[in-house]
């Protein structure tokens, strides 16, 4: 084992001589959405800094793990789902972020927090098919829940990340009380049953959004949760499929600093930096997800069509729930348990 | 007098074969094979590798279905009959004993299939055991045996339920010699004690010529000559009978009506000949250095080649004045060896009129 | 005396010079063996004993038994074991009734057809996992082709669930094991020599009674190999319950994956695969001895 971390400190080492003192070396997941970072973000915030800019993908919060426990730091900034960020936070594998460097008063409020600040927002929503319910589909999670209005197989999330909202608020919970039901297991409890209640019809508990986006593309369900951005791709690709903000759970991607990074001052100037307005408008071209800095939606890069699609524009962003990732920090593993529990009944 | 491993004796059954043909592609593997085998003989079917006496039996079993022919039991045809309605015993050339089974497990099975008894086929496979001197080995698995016991296992589960013909594929060819030489007196015996008309395949002539009643020597899928074993050796019906059973020297022989002359020598024979031409045969043994005694016999002047010590025999190799080089077998005794002519010397060869045995000239029947 | 001597002395040096030979040779055969024992070490004792280790290690990084607690404690590790061996139960006999028919078709046939058949059992395996299981989510879901199919041709008039359950997920599975099966179940049964079949017929045993009586008994050391082989492997299985179970058919390896996402430390992980290497070689010893039994049985075969 010992030898396991020599041989990688002294990878991560090499790599990291290879990053210039007047740059900052990035992580994130690679592909459509990376790109979309790169083109919308990391590019014009490092030309307009004059620093260079060294891209990676990383295999999530692991990664960040093992550098800081060996000491051999090389991320600058790390891209991650805000959920892993605020346990990351917790464990004390990352940096405290400096907001007086960095502007978040124009932020949603809930979209940034001590370790890491929001990069662009998604909504987890209800979608249906719209061959089966050509009068329009479900409008809140109660019709989700309602096989009589709404008779049809559903897809559900297989993990319990936003998972036990969407049952509370079927359930009547009103959302401003959704986290302080949760906040107990007998809350969790109340979510899990609600859910129970309606696994008969619940055909596939998916686990990537890749799968609910075939799901739905397949008519394989006849309604399903998911993340917005995938309806959006299926749709343009012929699926039959609609969706609604209404009553959608809230969330987001987020920046943070590993602990110990060789460059933590201007990775906290470059945060600053592409947090401002002007880069998060840039986003929604490359891909559906929404800014997190709400003046994005003021300046004349975001139209008004643009705009309805997406998850944090001021309309859409007040229909929904926005994620609580503190809930998440303290009861994810305890409502993880649970929620197997009913998933392997 | 027959014996029988249960009270009641079963009658042995007469095999006829007809007509009997079997090709694979355009060879003849049984050419209209046409042979009877008589109630409770041992029969012993002989040739080389490929000859098709092997298939020949495999017919008989019923596991090789022929082209065309008769085959009956007593008097029931049975060509058409699958192997297991046959009720023939047989042992196979490497035994096929039941891994999976205990000795008694493996001679109880046919039992088994029949319906019999556990306790009578205990009874049975104990006394076929006894009968094959395994008393007391049932327990055994197969792998702990011998090669010879796992024979004798494979010749109990043959008989032990009573087949009124029994079929046995080179049986004894995995075992040593000597072992082989006690096996065949043993299966000679078994035979004898119960009585069933036994089909016997090898290609050892002398293991035909210890055991059978009769040899049927077969060669390209025909029967050759079918005969008492001293009759097969005495009296070939063809060169390539003489050839096959036991060590011979053709010599050209003319023929002028009843007068036969080997290089213009007449010979002087006891049995009348076979019509056509002729080759004299002569067996080493049956040859003799003379030394000047008055005894009537054909006589050969040669040249002696060489001298071969083997042991309870000399074998001496000796050129006739026409080039072709015959042998001589003469058992040793004391003085016998010491009295040879030397090598390259010249020695008068006597042949006696009885054995001087004149065979068609052709390698099969109707050459 | 001394003249004797000589020979003897001499005899006895090269006693040791032909043990030291032998010695040599051992040793070049040990050395030959060696890239093999250490790469053995490397990737296999190595891991599996720091995954052991890492499963006493709790959250707080200190020895503890919590990971193997909660297994206890919880139903929903009781149940996902249950799946495990309940789908590789399930694989391993649907298996054996598919892979045993067809093992005996093909060993009844003449060697070039028999290899024909042969490479098509094997065509599966130069295809991906990935590939095959989706393959079989596109026949077999809700308008999939088979449901499609079944109701133009009035088979049934509502859609069947085959895939996003336990039916999707043995389906699937059974179709990548059946070569497992059928391959070591092919070379036994090649392997069994004519004459015993024609033996037990000679005996008075039809094709039924011989079958059940001689070719099934010496067939079963390869069926149990593969029947192994089969179980085992679906043991560890992750890609096709994970595709086609729909995510209710939880099998531990999808377990082993969320529990390494979902907590700080991968002791948590670690137990579970430590349980079901454990499980894993209970089976293997019981079977073991089952096999070697049937060794017994089975003798010089």
Same mark, same amino acid.
């Given at each position: 084992m010992t030898y396991r971390l020599i041989a990688a400190a002294t990878a991560l080492a090499l790599t990291a001589t290879a990053a210039g003192a007047d740059g900052i070396t990035i992580a994130s997941w690679g592909g459509?959405?990376?790109?979309?970072?790169?083109?919308?973000?990391?590019?014009?915030?490092?030309?307009? *800094?004059? /620093?260079?800019?060294?891209?990676?993908?990383?295999?999530? *919060?692991?990664?960040?793990?093992l550098q800081v426990q060996t000491g051999a730091v090389t991320f600058d900034i790390v891209a991650s789902g805000s959920g892993s960020a605020s346990r990351a936070g917790a464990e004390g594998l990352l940096e405290e972020l400096d907001y007086s460097v960095i502007d978040v008063s124009t932020f949603y409020p809930g979209l940034y927090m001590p370790f890491c600040v929001g990069g662009d927002v998604f909504s987890t929503v209800y979608a249906w098919n719209t061959e089966t319910f050509p009068d329009g589909g479900p409008q809140n999670w109660a019709d989700f829940w309602d096989v009589e209005k709404f008779p049809g197989t559903r897809a559900y999330r297989g993990k319990v990340a936003g998972a036990l909202e969407p049952a509370l608020l079927a359930d009547g919970v009103a959302p401003e009380d959704v986290y302080e039901v949760l906040s107990s297991v007998e809350g969790i409890e109340r979510a899990i049953d609600k859910i129970r209640e309606l696994k008969p019809h619940i055909t596939v508990f998916w686990t990537s959004g890749a799968q609910h986006a075939q799901l739905m593309k397949d008519g394989e369900v006849d309604m399903t949760t998911g993340w917005n951005g995938r309806f959006d791709v299926a749709a343009a690709d012929g699926a039959k499929v609609a969706y609604s903000f209404n009553q959608a759970l809230l969330d987001y991607d987020c920046f943070a600093i590993p602990k110990g990074a060789p460059n933590k001052d201007l990775a906290m100037k470059f945060l600053a930096e592409i947090s401002k307005a002007e880069y998060q408008a840039n986003l929604p071209k490359y891909i559906t997800y929404g800014p997190t800095n709400k003046a994005a939606y003021e300046l004349d890069a975001i139209s008004a069509d643009v705009a309805a699609m997406l998850p944090s524009s001021p309309d859409n962003a007040a229909m929904q729930l926005p994620i609580d990732i503190e809930w998440y920090a303290e009861w994810e593993t305890i409502a993880s348990e649970m929620y197997q529990e009913m998933l392997t009944e | 007098m027959r014996d029988s491993l249960t009270d009641t004796a079963t009658e042995a059954l007469p095999i006829t074969i007809r007509g009997v043909t079997k090709t694979y592609g355009r060879v003849h593997a049984l050419d209209d094979v046409d042979l009877d085998i008589r109630s409770g003989e041992f029969l012993t079917l002989l040739g080389p590798s490929g000859s098709g006496k092997t298939t020949l039996l495999m017919v008989l079993a019923g596991f090789i279905r022929p082209d065309r022919g008769s085959l009956r039991f007593g008097d029931d045809e049975v060509i058409r009959l699958p192997p297991h309605k046959r009720d023939l015993g047989m042992v196979f050339q490497n035994y096929a004993l039941f891994p999976h089974m205990t000795v008694a497990g493996n001679v109880a099975y046919p039992l088994r299939l029949r319906g019999i008894s556990k306790a009578e086929a205990a009874e049975r496979v104990e006394k076929a055991l006894e009968t094959?001197?395994?008393?007391?080995?049932?327990?055994?698995?197969?792998? #702990?045996?011998?090669?010879?016991?796992? #024979?004798?296992?494979?010749?109990?589960?043959?008989?032990?339920?009573?087949?009124?013909?029994?079929? @046995?594929?080179?049986?004894?060819?995995?075992?040593?010699?000597?072992?082989?030489?006690? *096996?065949?007196?043993?299966?000679?015996?078994? !035979?004898?004690?119960?009585? *069933?008309?036994?089909?016997?395949?090898?290609?050892?002539q002398r293991e035909a010529l210890t055991m059978s009643d009769r040899i049927a020597v077969i060669n390209h899928g025909r029967v050759m000559q079918i005969d008492t074993p001293s009759r097969i050796y005495d009296h070939p019906a063809n060169r390539f009978v003489a050839d096959f059973i036991g060590e011979s020297t053709f010599l050209p022989v003319g023929r002028d009506g009843p007068v036969v002359a080997y290089e213009g020598q007449p010979l002087s024979y006891t049995d009348t000949p076979p019509s056509g031409d002729l080759v004299l045969m002569i067996r080493p043994e049956r040859l003799r250095i003379l030394t000047g005694e008055a005894r009537e016999a054909n006589r050969f002047e040669a040249t002696v080649t060489d001298i071969v010590y083997q042991g309870d025999s000399y074998l001496m190799y000796a050129r006739l004045a026409d080039g072709a080089e015959v042998a001589v077998r003469g058992v040793i005794r004391s003085t016998t060896f010491s009295a040879l002519p030397e090598v390259g010397g010249s020695v008068t060869l006597g042949l006696d009129p009885e054995d001087t045995v004149l065979i068609p000239a052709g390698d099969a029947p109707d050459e | 005396m001394s003249e004797a001597a000589l020979p003897m002395a001499a005899a006895a040096t090269h006693a040791d010079d032909l043990r030291r030979d032998a010695r040599r040779e051992q040793l070049a055969l040990f050395g030959l063996a060696s890239p093999a024992l250490l790469l053995v070490m490397v990737v296999l004792v190595i891991p599996v004993g720091w995954l052991f280790y890492l499963s006493f290690i709790g959250a707080d990084g200190s020895f503890s038994l919590e990971n193997y607690e909660r297994m206890f404690d919880s139903k929903s590790y009781r149940r996902i074991f249950w799946t495990t061996f309940e789908i590789s139960f399930l694989t391993t006999g649907i298996c054996i009734?598919?892979?045993?028919?067809?093992?005996?078709?093909?060993? #009844?046939?003449?060697?070039?057809?028999?290899?024909?058949?042969?490479?098509?059992?094997?065509?599966?395996?130069?295809?991906?996992?990935?590939?095959?299981?989706?393959?079989?989510?596109?026949?077999?879901?809700?308008?999939?082709? /088979?449901?499609?199919?079944?109701?133009?041709?009035?088979?049934?008039?509502?859609?069947?669930?085959?895939?996003?359950?336990?039916?999707?997920?043995?389906?699937? @599975?059974? !179709?990548?094991?059946?070569?497992?099966?059928?391959?070591?179940?092919?070379?036994? @049964?090649?392997?069994?020599?004519?004459?015993?079949?024609?033996?037990?017929?000679?005996?008075?045993?039809?094709?039924?009674?011989?079958f059940w009586t001689v070719f099934l008994p010496l067939s079963l050391p390869g069926l149990f190999a593969g029947a192994l082989i089969v179980f085992v492997l679906c043991l560890g299985f992750y890609v096709t319950p994970a595709v086609l179970g729909g995510g209710k058919v939880i099998m531990v390896s999808m377990k082993i994956a969320s529990n390494i996402e979902l907590f700080v430390n991968w002791g948590a992980a670690s137990a579970l695969g430590v349980v079901l290497l454990a499980a894993t070689l209970v089976i293997l010893f019981t079977a073991a001895r089952f096999v070697k039994l049937d060794r017994l049985a089975g003798g010089g075969h």
């Open positions: 459509s959405y990376q790109k979309a970072q790169s083109e919308a973000l990391f590019k014009p915030a490092s030309e307009a *800094m004059g /620093i260079t800019v060294k891209e990676e993908t990383y295999g999530g *919060m692991s990664d960040v793990r | 094959v001197q395994l008393g007391g080995y049932g327990a055994r698995r197969i792998t #702990q045996l011998s090669g010879g016991q796992k #024979q004798r296992v494979a010749l109990a589960r043959a008989i032990v339920f009573e087949p009124r013909i029994l079929l @046995m594929d080179e049986p004894l060819s995995a075992l040593d010699k000597k072992l082989r030489e006690r *096996m065949q007196i043993e299966l000679r015996h078994l !035979h004898d004690k119960l009585g *069933m008309t036994t089909v016997y395949v090898t290609h050892d | 009734l598919i892979g045993y028919p067809l093992a005996y078709f093909l060993a #009844q046939l003449p060697r070039r057809a028999a290899n024909l058949c042969l490479i098509t059992v094997l065509l599966p395996f130069w295809t991906s996992l990935l590939v095959r299981t989706y393959a079989w989510l596109v026949l077999l879901q809700r308008k999939g082709l /088979i449901n499609e199919w079944a109701i133009d041709l009035g088979l049934w008039d509502e859609p069947v669930k085959l895939a996003h359950n336990m039916t999707g997920t043995v389906i699937g @599975m059974v !179709h990548i094991m059946l070569p497992f099966l059928v391959l070591p179940l092919y070379g036994s @049964m090649k392997a069994i020599d004519r004459d015993y079949l024609r033996a037990a017929a000679n005996l008075g045993a039809g094709p039924v009674r011989n």
